[in-house]
């Protein structure tokens, strides 16, 4: 069972909001769009389903053209983040419907609704109205309704958004081992690269309309192609400097850094380090990079502290473990370690990555 995307685009007038695309998605697995809004993860997957009809390209089913065919005669299930339930019938309706329209049996309806149901905290509310239930339970309502239809693609467009955290976090170690035992495609929509992490499977990076990179979860995280997919798959996006490299010297301004064994075999010129937030410090360590910086906001998220940072006319972000006491407006140094850099040319092109990556 593969689901593929062969040169698939979408214009609506004379705005692109799907670029080229090249996807094959395989039988059981757990598949990852991750971008920020607008980057065109719903679009993607409304062409997987066939409610919208690429400008070019295919979407093949088995090898077999599905392009053209209705989204009613395809074997998928999706569900939105704005949820979608009959408010007129039961949730124990609602969650059978897709079944009953199958043909499925009496017994088998049953017993298929009321495991969905346990497994989504919902055995109470099954005599219920969805506009009975909280915003969370109207939510999974909808979850199950897609799960018992043992559909063949199920498409999830940030389906957890408004569960409150205890919930979203068991559902997000439940959903994937629910779906893979199914042996469905599974994909997945989210904003949140921590979520893409623990969802693992492969992932999707989208910016723009445009697919960036598309491999191994773990893999697309340490090893990104390009310094767009890294700024995507960083939360806070990831934070660059512009250096000259002439000789085995890296230079900012004034500040002269060693090339390392990362720049040793790269051409004189100019080149972009990337470094994601969690990788700034406060305290020195041996080998690290000083940078001083103006603090100029703190956010405090209870166990780490944001700290945003001017340097020069650059913009860092930093996340530190720890509730600290700084002030806005205060000289702050911090320091780096030289493992945790990325090198990227000019145009964005990965160039070398992070030691610490192609070590993990």
Not at 31 to 44: A, F, H, M, Q, W
Not at 113 to 132: H, I, N, S, T
């Amino acid at each position: 069972m593969t689901l593929k995307l062969d040169s698939v685009t979408l214009q609506v007038g004379g705005q692109r909001f799907i670029h080229r695309t090249d996807l094959t998605l395989e039988k059981g697995t757990m598949n990852v769009l991750l971008g920020p809004t607008l980057s065109g993860k719903t679009s993607l997957m409304r062409l997987m389903a066939g409610l919208d009809q690429p400008t070019s390209g295919r979407i093949l089913w088995n090898g077999d053209d599905v392009t053209g065919q209705r989204v009613q005669d395809r074997k998928i299930a999706m569900v939105y983040q704005q949820f979608i339930n009959y408010p007129s019938m039961s949730v124990y309706d609602n969650i059978a419907s897709p079944m009953r329209l199958m043909g499925v049996s009496k017994d088998e309806v049953d017993r298929r609704v009321r495991e969905a149901a346990d497994l989504m905290q919902l055995g109470p509310f099954l005599d219920r109205k969805p506009l009975e239930l909280s915003g969370g339970q109207q939510q999974r309502c909808a979850l199950a309704r897609a799960l018992v239809k043992n559909a063949g693609l199920v498409l999830l467009d940030e389906p957890l958004a408004n569960l409150d955290y205890k919930l979203r976090e068991e559902l997000r170690a439940e959903i994937p081992k629910i779906f893979e035992a199914s042996g469905a495609i599974f994909v997945y929509a989210t904003t949140e690269p921590e979520e893409a992490l623990l969802l693992g499977g492969h992932c999707a990076t989208l910016w723009e309309g445009r697919v960036t990179q598309f491999g191994p979860t773990a893999e697309v995280y340490r090893k990104p192609a390009d310094a767009t997919t890294a700024r995507v798959f960083s939360d806070p996006p990831m934070n660059f400097l512009t250096l000259d490299k002439r000789g085995d010297v890296m230079r900012h301004g004034d500040d002269d850094f060693p090339a390392g064994a990362q720049g040793a075999g790269l051409a004189d010129g100019r080149y972009m380090a990337g470094f994601r937030p969690n990788h700034l410090a406060l305290e020195p360590s041996d080998g690290a990079i000083r940078f001083d910086t103006v603090l100029n906001v703190t956010e405090i998220t209870g166990s780490e502290t944001f700290v945003h940072l001017d340097h020069g006319r650059q913009r860092w972000v930093g996340l530190i473990h720890g509730l600290r006491d700084l002030k806005p407006g205060q000289p702050l140094p911090v320091y780096l370690d030289p493992s945790r850099v990325y090198l990227f040319a000019e145009d964005g092109a990965l160039v070398a990555s992070a030691p610490y990556a192609e070590a993990a």
